[in-house]
Nanobody
Framework: QVQLVESGGGSVQAGGSLRLSCSAS????????MSWFRQAPGKEREGVAF????????YYADSVKGRFTVSRDDAKNTLYLQMYSLKPEDTGMYYC????????????????????WGQGTQVTVSS
C-alpha cells in the first residue's frame, strides 16, 4: 500500500523559512517522479516543484523560483522542499505527489499526472 506522509508545515512570518518533508512507503520510491503541490482556500491546486528520479531534473513554478529548492533522498525514501523568503501568498496546504510513469516536462504541474497523494501539511505565512 502506497503511503505519502508530509510534515514540516507551520506558521511563520514573511521572510522566514520552512523545510517540508514527504516520507514515502509501499512502492519503489526511487523510480517515481515526485512533485510538490499547494492549494490555497478557494483556489485550484498548483504545482510548486518537480524532481525526476535521481534528482537529475527539477522544475519550479515561476512564483517560487530562486526561493524554493526541491530535493530527494532515495536512500531514505524522502522528498524535501526547502522554502526561503516566504511570502503571505505562499500560504496553503502543501501536498507531495508521486507518478509511476513518465511525466511530460510541459505537464509536470498537472495534478492528473500523479497517481499517489499525501494528506498535506499546512503552511501559513503572515505579513
Amino acid at each position: 500500500q502506497v503511503q505519502l506522509v508530509e510534515s514540516g508545515g507551520g506558521s511563520v512570518q514573511a521572510g522566514g523559512s520552512l523545510r517540508l518533508s514527504c516520507s514515502a512507503s509501499g512502492y519503489n520510491y526511487a523510480t517515481y517522479r515526485m512533485s510538490w503541490f499547494r492549494q490555497a482556500p478557494g483556489k485550484e491546486r498548483e504545482g510548486v516543484a518537480f524532481i525526476y528520479p535521481g534528482g537529475t531534473y527539477t522544475y519550479y513554478a515561476d512564483s517560487v523560483k530562486g526561493r524554493f529548492t526541491v530535493s530527494r533522498d532515495d536512500a531514505k525514501n524522502t522528498l524535501y522542499l526547502q522554502m526561503y523568503s516566504l511570502k503571505p501568498e505562499d500560504t496553503g496546504m502543501y501536498y507531495c505527489a508521486a507518478a509511476a510513469t513518465r511525466v511530460p516536462s510541459a505537464r509536470w504541474s498537472d495534478p492528473a499526472q500523479y497517481t499517489y497523494w499525501g494528506q498535506g501539511t499546512q503552511v501559513t505565512v503572515s505579513s
